[in-house]
């Protein structure tokens, strides 16, 4: 009995949940998570907005995902990955970080355009599609406790749950599980804009941990690191160091921005 009560509360829940979001949609018709513009739907970008994004579709280095500006063939590697491979296995990002997808992430970030998430689940499945494993753990970057109490969210942790959401969705599933809170940033790190790649590099070193408690599930585990930018890789690096002192059997990185630099 208490059963079925509970599960009749839960769907009422719902209805409410679904009829509160279908008034919130009358009153507010649904707009451009980048622009503000309005669109049909909610949590879709307008035809403006999604021409001006610079989506990364071609040709890339196999490790980091570096677009190249010519096809150099399949298995190629970037002259840095080459020089210095990074800490992960392998890297992929959905879009070049230009003026379009800047507004778009800070809208994400700053400006509660969270209606955008499973728009992003969608486009991180498909370009992260090559990287995915079975039963792969889904990791955030984490942000400081103190960040997250004046943000109120870790754009990187809803990103991750979007990415989760679209693979249970897929007829292609690959069991993906969400670990939101396995990476833990003990140290307060200033922002890395601004800084040097030296300099980032610094300023991230031991400032990221595995939560004691996950540390026998991570043994030996297939992790895929999620972010919303990519710019020097050293945050990630850091995170894929971590992540793999801790035991597991390797770490892939997927973001939903990179800026790319001219070739060197
Ligand atoms: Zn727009
Ligand atoms: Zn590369």
């Known amino acids: 009995m208490k059963l079925i009560e509970t599960a009749a509360a839960k769907t009422a829940g719902k209805i409410v949940r679904t009829s509160a979001t279908a008034v919130l949609d009358v009153l507010l018709p649904p707009r451009c998570p980048a622009c503000g ?30 677009p190249f500006d010519y096809d150099e063939g399949v298995d190629v590697q970037c002259g840095v990955c080459l020089r210095d491979p990074p800490a992960y296995v392998a890297g992929r990002s959905v879009m070049h970080y230009g003026d379009a997808c800047r507004d778009l992430i800070l809208g994400f970030k ?66 993906l599980i969400g670990k939101p809170d396995l990476l833990v940033r003990r140290k307060r790190t200033r922002t890395q804009g601004g800084l040097s790649a030296r300099a980032r590099r610094l300023n991230v070193r031991g400032a990221f941990a595995v939560r004691p408690r996950y540390r026998n599930q991570l043994r030996g585990r297939d992790i895929l690191l999620i972010d919303d930018v990519m710019t020097t890789g050293a945050t990630l690096d850091a995170c894929c160091k971590t992540l793999s002192k801790a035991g597991a059997a390797s770490v892939s990185v997927l973001t939903l921005a990179r800026v790319v630099r001219p070739a060197f």
């Open 37 to 66: 513009g309005s669109v049909v739907s909610t949590g879709a970008l307008c035809a403006k907005c999604w021409a001006a994004i610079n989506f990364i579709d071609g040709p890339v280095c196999r490790t980091c995902g570096l």
């Open 110 to 175: 700053h400006g509660d355009h969270t209606d955008a998430a499973p728009m992003f689940g969608g486009w991180l499945y498909r370009v992260g599609k090559p990287l995915l494993k079975r039963d792969m753990m889904v990791v955030p970057v984490p942000l400081h406790r103190w960040r997250l109490f004046s943000r109120r969210y870790n754009q990187s942790a809803l990103l991750a749950q979007a990415l989760v959401q679209f693979d249970k969705q897929s007829p292609a599933r690959f069991s």
